[in-house]
């Protein structure tokens, strides 16, 4: 580039502009009429003009019109310093000769930090300039060097001529000049940035960096082929809106929650033959358990269902009350059911009292320090919950017996796994919850 013509271009745009050239006109008029006064009194006396020379007459005029605008464009390209640049190049100081300093169209012009309040800019070389105080440059003033959001600008090839320090900050580098825009953020990959500067669109489009989210403005500016890009974290935006969905979210089940627990009557609400049978099951286990009140619709049901319960669980066995406990864990595992989970988790640390070894058992029993029959013994539940249909009925059965379990605790195990299967399955699909007071109060 022949950047001397460039600079005569500029010092040309700043001569030609509206706002000089009216001033050296009306300059021109008033003084050039005041010099041909002066210098042709006599004539203007007389109204005798034939013995004036016009082109002395034409320069007296244009002499004042040249010093006014020279005088205009000495003041205009003066770089001062916290004023926004209306050009692209590089500038020198005057005063100490020794700093150099890029000014990029719409952004600040910095004191020379030797000088500080004598800096006097002048320019070295010269990429491009705009005009002065029109609204794309007070568009471009928003690319404050202390603006604490990130601005670019972006030539229609996608390079960035100019960013901000919050930018450079952002990618960690000391510059990002020569970068592409679409490399830095691949959200914009898709959009024309040649098409959008020459239709002078604005888009929006949302971008992820580092874990912090962007609103992206990207505003395109064809009087100097460039697309200004506004960045704006929504981080904190994004997050409580999300936050509020989840609660909404957390609200509705609750509400569908409690719309389940009101069909399933409250004790205190109950009567007749319900209440019998709430005040059995209270009496027996000590508390009534959330999987028996959604039953209420049919009273009969949870008698039976708790009969069951008690009978597989509680009676008589060969296997002990903890064995019964950690198969019912192991089942409830791999149906996914935190209900049972939670609660037979609780009944089974009401025998081990030991709450770490709890959390190693129900992430993964093989980690429990279990001994070698409860080990097989959850190896049966886990196979017969997860693969009925393809259960080895002979090899998984001899292997309880070799650890000397008879044909009746094999059939309670069996009772075991099948129980907390259906239980499962009736939790799960009636949404039946609990929490820790509702785990509270049990018999074991």
Known sequence: MDHSHSVSNYYLQLAFEKNTAKRAFRTAIIVGLILNFINHTQAFITLSFNNINLFMVLLTFMVPYLVSTFSSVAANSSL????????????????????DFKASIGEEIEECPNCKKKTSWKILTLSSFTKRDNDMMKS???????????????????????????????FEKESLSGDN???????????????????????????IVKDRIFDLTLKGVAS?????????????????????????????????????????????????????????????????ADVHKIQSLRPESIIKHMDLYL???????????????????????????????????????HYWKDHDRIELFVSDFGNAALNEREKLLCDFAKKLTCSPGQFNNDSSVNKLKEKGLNDSAILDATLVVSYFNFVNRVVLALGVETNDVERQGYKF
């Open 140 to 170: 471009l003033a928003l690319f404050a060097r202390h603006n604490p959001e990130p601005l670019f600008r972006v030539d229609e090839k996608g390079i960035i001529t100019g960013a901000n320090p919050a930018s450079e900050i952002l």
């Open 181 to 207: 825009i679409k490399i830095l953020f691949p959200e914009l990959s898709d959009i024309d940035i040649f098409e959008l500067i020459s239709k002078r669109e604005k888009k929006n489009i949302t971008v």
């Open 80 to 99: 001062k310093t916290g004023k926004i640049s209306n050009i692209d190049g590089m500038l020198q100081c005057n005063n100490c000769k020794m700093v």
């Open 311 to 349: 009978e597989i669980m509680f009676s008589k066995s060969e296997l002990s009350r903890s064995e019964r406990e950690l198969m019912a864990v192991v089942v409830s595992v791999n149906n996914g059911c935190e209900y049972c989970i939670l609660h037979h988790s609780e009944a089974l640390n």
């Open 224 to 288: 100097i082929s460039t697309m200004n890009v506004y960045g704006n974290e929504i981080t904190q935006i994004v997050m409580a809106e999300h936050k509020i969905k989840e609660q909404a979210k957390n609200i509705s089940d609750s509400i569908v929650y409690a719309s389940r627990i009101q069909v399933a009557m409250l004790p205190e609400e109950a009567s007749g033959r319900l209440k019998e049978i709430y005040d059995d099951i209270i009496e027996k286990r000590g508390k009534l």
